[in-house]
Nanobody, 115 residues
Framework: QVQLVESGGGLVQPGGSLRLSCAAS????????MAWYRQAPGKERESVAV??????TNYVDSVKGRFTISRDNVKAVYLQMNSLKPEDTAVYYC??????????WGKGTLVTVSS
């Protein structure tokens, strides 16, 4: 089992920045891919950014050039969010997938972009 705890969410003005962190514990050496998802009010959950064990990254089009995902081996994953927009408002979830294909989810952290 893997446990995930997110931090770093909060209220920020449009154009501002936030850095989300996710600390992993438990059977962390089973972790392969790490990712951030988000769910905005009234919308479906979507994948925001993914980073593989080889540090290859992929982003949803709406955040390309503004968000950067990074990882500290299997111990943590981060999401640097710049030039934030009101439409980035959502609950952000840390997700990891182990080498057997099982997904683990954090409880989420709320990001609100508003003036």
């Amino acid at each position: 089992q893997v446990q995930l705890v997110e931090s770093g969410g909060g209220l920020v003005q449009p154009g501002g920045s936030l850095r989300l962190s996710c600390a992993a514990s438990g059977n962390i050496f089973s972790i392969n891919t790490m990712a951030w998802y988000r769910q905005a009010p009234g919308k479906e959950r979507e994948s925001v950014a993914v980073i593989t064990s080889g540090a290859n990254t992929n982003y949803v089009d709406s955040v390309k050039g503004r968000f950067t995902i990074s990882r500290d081996n299997v111990k943590a994953v981060y999401l640097q969010m710049n030039s934030l927009k009101p439409e980035d408002t959502a609950v952000y979830y840390c997700v990891v997938r182990d080498w057997l294909g099982k997904d683990y989810w954090g409880k989420g952290t709320l990001v609100t972009v508003s003036s």
